[in-house]
């Protein structure tokens, strides 16, 4: 006999089950759930039988390709400049471009973005300029975070893209939190944040997407499935059905999308942000994609996984299947193709060559814009470390020449201790 679940009181916990009663002991696996993968465009630029493209302005469109093209770009030259010693770590986005421009083009500028570390992407689209993107890598006086952080872990207030930070999945429900802040003040925006699958094996995941569906919090979540968690293929993450069935899981709509084709994503983005905004409702979308490059510049794929799987991946390059749609539609040619790669590349090698050679913050920016007045343990560790550094000069890069600290005025903006004002500041 069934068990009959118990009468509910209007306020109680709802532990009303749904869906119709059975008389004998059925166990589900996950064949109960059978979720299709979003498809629009295919490799040479045709849509799939029966399939539309979301609406979309040609320069919009151009917009998007041009971007993931940047990105391209800019992964390129930074791996040769670690590779050339030049720079100490970076991370790509390369093969999973659609999977970024596609979401972050149908979201608003005051929408907040919460990544991983691989979605350079979504900052260039909001206008982050190369000059910024250098500043960061070589931490130098420009750098917005001060010279704080790892490569890659970008952030500007001004573009709302909330700083990236190393430890996985910790901004999963910090944008739930986010989202339900915007849901209380009513602004009609809402907050889009990436992670990797690998990521959502922490706990921080399902903490974040049961908050995010139990409090209705406007914020789409998209699982960037690249098929890896560094060297773990996604095969020993899950026995499940990926990320998407656990998004149905928590009660939130979901959907799951080929992560190479840009108008699938694109349109299963836009329909996401309405139902996040109009429906004031968390939404999870997985993009099915491949991680082409390296998973950092201090791994090496070649040890765990072959050259035939990366290149049977490399067929479905986003890039290529987009501008294969742009040229059939006749929004795109050759000579302009190869006239926006040349000027990246140029671009990005330009601003390079500058920010590494403008000076790392002065040191004693270590310990501004965090207490007014800096206690004194940190002002010791600050004397220590200077002792330090003046006793091996040779070990350490060139810094912005140290001011007397005094007193701080108290603005937190780390302009008030004689150290270079970085926010208005320009090389
Ligand atoms: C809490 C925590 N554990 C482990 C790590 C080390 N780590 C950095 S990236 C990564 C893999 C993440 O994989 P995924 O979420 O799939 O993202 P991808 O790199 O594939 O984009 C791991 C284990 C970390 N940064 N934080
Ligand atoms: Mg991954």
Request: proline residues 5%.
């Amino acid at each position: 006999m069934a068990v009959q679940p118990s009468a509910q009181s209007s306020t109680g916990p709802s532990t009303q089950a749904t869906g119709q009663q059975s008389v004998t002991p059925l166990f589900l696996d996950s064949s109960a759930l059978s979720i299709p993968t979003l498809t629009i465009l295919q490799a040479d630029g045709s849509l799939m039988a029966g399939a539309s493209a979301p609406e979309i302005d040609p320069s919009l469109a151009q917009k998007i390709y041009a971007d993931m093209v940047y990105t391209r770009s800019l992964d390129e030259r930074m791996v040769g400049a670690q590779r050339q010693g030049r720079l100490s770590f970076y991370l790509t986005c390369t093969g999973e471009e659609a999977s970024i421009a596609g979401t972050i083009a149908a979201f608003k500028s005051d929408d907040m973005v919460m990544g991983q570390y691989r979605e350079q992407l979504a900052l260039r689209f909001r206008g982050f300029t190369t000059e910024q993107f250098m500043s960061q890598l070589f931490s130098n006086i420009y750098d917005l975070g001060k010279g704080r952080q790892m490569p890659v872990h970008y952030g500007s207030r001004e573009l709302n893209f909330m700083t990236i930070r190393s430890p996985l999945a910790t901004q999963i429900p910090q944008a739930a939190g986010y989202a339900y802040g915007q849901k209380r003040a009513g602004n009609k925006a809402c907050t889009l944040c990436y992670f990797g699958e690998g990521a959502a094996s922490e706990g921080d995941f399902h903490a974040g997407l049961n908050l995010a569906a139990v409090l209705k919090c406007p914020v789409v979540f998209v699982a960037r499935n690249n098929g890896y968690a560094i060297s773990t293929p996604a095969s020993q993450q899950y026995a499940g059905d990926g990320i998407a069935a656990r998004g149905i899981g928590y009660g939130i709509k979901t959907i799951r999308v080929d992560g190479n084709d840009i108008l699938a994503v694109y349109s299963a983005a836009l329909e996401a942000r309405k139902l996040a905004v109009e429906g004031q409702q968390p939404v999870l979308i997985e993009t099915m994609s491949y991680r082409l490059g390296a998973h950092s510049t201090s791994d090496d794929p070649s040890g765990y996984r072959s050259r035939d799987e990366e290149q049977q991946w490399r067929e479905k390059d986003p890039i290529r299947r987009m501008k294969n749609w742009l040229l059939k539609q006749g929004w795109w040619d050759e000579e302009r193709d190869a006239k926006l790669y040349e000027n990246y590349r140029r671009e990005i090698l330009e601003q390079l060559k500058l920010a590494e050679k403008h000076p790392k913050p002065a040191l004693q920016e270590l310990i501004t814009d965090v207490y007014q007045t800096p206690p004194a343990q940190l002002r010791e560790q600050l004397q220590a470390l200077e002792t330090h550094i003046a006793k091996y000069p040779d070990r350490y890069p060139p810094l912005s020449p140290s001011q007397d600290f005094g007193t701080d005025n108290g603005t937190g903006n780390g302009t008030g201790n004689g150290a270079v004002d970085k926010e208005g500041a320009q090389p």
